[in-house]
């Protein structure tokens, strides 16, 4: 829970009709807090935090970066005669962004491209060069290392600049959202033959801990736990499933258990007939 990351991917396509050329998604913790493309032609919020916490100024300014990113992506044109390809469908992508561990302190920043789903260049921070993954793209790192001054904002952006804003996102995110209060905990089954769910919802920050404990020893046989995934509103959801016979359920007890950083103590969810929902939940 104590790991935190802002990242941006960027994306430039030729040879798609009615499609934007180029288009980014700014996320943090893996969730998308901004957007950006040509044809609206200006960054805007995508979650409420983003929207309350950044004022004017800071979203006309990062349209601006957006621009200037969008105009590197002409790139795409010299990578293609150096490949010889001339049509088609093509992607030029850039990811890059930073980490931060609030416990150690320790932080990274990385920045790499690639093109048609292929590594192409990856920023060495130690060197401050440009690592090319296929020949091709020899001539761009030469080209994008003769601006030295370039080079070094770079370095100063993954280092410094962009853990400033990572902090500070994180920061809003968290105070925005911590008022929801702890995760809603419900036991669903779509039928007696059908495996029990333990459905955890509304929480945050991402981390969290959900297992299954039998006669109040831990289990793991017949468990499935689901991915976290965001919800609309800032906060994560996810699923633990347990699969057990009706017979195991009169012998034994069973328990589901949650641990998050919400709460002040774990939540307990026993298993029997008046926890469990059965309305056909997908």
């Not at 093509?90 to 690639?114: A, I, K, S």
């Not at 130690?126 to 030295?148: D, G, V, Y």
């Not at 669903?188 to 059908?194: E, F, N």
């Amino acid at each position: 829970t104590a790991t935190h990351s802002l990242q941006y991917l960027c994306t430039a396509t030729s040879g798609i009709p009615d499609a934007s050329g180029f288009e980014s998604v700014g996320m943090v913790d893996g969730q998308p807090f901004c957007s950006y493309d040509n044809k609206v032609g200006r960054e805007i919020p995508k979650q409420e935090w983003a929207k309350e916490a950044m004022d004017t100024h800071y979203w006309e300014t990062n349209t601006q970066i957006s621009h200037r990113v969008q105009q590197s992506f002409n790139d795409i044109t010299t990578t293609m005669k150096s490949i010889n390809q001339t049509g088609g469908i093509h992607t030029f992508q850039n990811m890059y962004g930073c980490g931060w561990d609030e416990e150690t302190g320790v932080t990274e920043g990385y920045d790499q491209y690639g093109y048609d789903g292929e590594d192409f260049l990856t920023f060495d921070l130690e060197s401050m060069s440009w690592i090319p993954s296929i020949t091709q793209a020899f001539e761009t790192k030469l080209k994008w290392e003769s601006n030295r001054t370039k080079i070094l904002q770079r370095k100063m952006y993954l280092t410094e600049e962009c853990i400033h804003w990572l902090k500070n996102h994180v920061y809003y995110e968290s105070s925005t959202i911590h008022w929801k209060g702890p995760p809603e905990v419900t036991l669903l089954q779509k039928d007696p033959s059908s495996p029990v769910t333990c459905h955890v919802t509304g929480f945050y920050p991402r981390g969290i801990n959900v297992s299954w404990q039998r006669d109040g020893e831990d289990l793991h046989e017949g468990v499935k736990l689901g991915e976290t995934l965001p919800n609309g509103d800032g906060t994560f959801q996810i699923r633990s499933s347990l699969r057990l016979s009706a017979e195991d359920m009169k012998m034994h007890s069973y328990t589901c258990t949650v641990q998050h950083s919400s709460l002040q103590q774990d939540v307990f969810k026993v298993l029997n007939e008046g926890e469990i929902k059965r309305n056909g939940y997908k």
